[in-house]
Structure formats: C-alpha cells, structure tokens
C-alpha cells in the first residue's frame, strides 16, 4: 500500500498540469495523495500504480468533498467545476470554455 506522499509524487509525475479546472491537479495542490491517484486511475484498470479502493465514507474523501465545495467554482455555461487557490486566487473565467459565467457551489 503507498502512501500519501507517495501517491502525490507519482501522480505528479503521471499528470503535469497546471490547469485550474483540473480536479486532479486541484487535489495533487491540495495534498489530497490518494483521492488525485483514485481521480486519475481509479476508473479505469489502466495506469502504472496499484490504487487502494476509495471508501467514500472516509475522512479522507469527505474532506476532499469539502474542499471541492470551498474552492470550486462552477462554470454555468459548461459545467466545468474550476478551483480557487486556497484563499489566494479566484478563478475569472471558466478554463474550459472562457465563460466569466462562474458560481460558487455552496
Ligand atoms: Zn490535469
Ligand atoms: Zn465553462
């Protein structure tokens, strides 16, 4: 079973983005380990990392829940979810489709 860490650092070096409107990306920023390598692999049977099954009753993924709900923000247009960077920067526009048509989800 991997750790945390060890989650983080084999998801980053699977998937370097940087895009805004990644969940995957918004988790690995938010140190959520297990919930971006599950994101990324979980889905499918593909992928070079053995995932641990996601309890959705978990701490871990009520928390990752939670943080969905602060920081993402909701393209009406697309319905693209876009994250802020904790309490630092607000997404404007919808990185998806460009719409500034952005609502919080709480
Ligand atoms: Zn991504
Ligand atoms: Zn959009």
Redesign the pocket.
Known sequence: MMTNDEYLAAVEEA?P?N?YH?E??AALNAGYGHVAAWLLYGATDEGTIRVEPMDFDSDEWQDWLDHVRTYGRRCRDCGAINYADDDVWEPQTCGDCGSDQLVRLD
């Open positions: 998937h983005c895009d990644c995957i990306r």
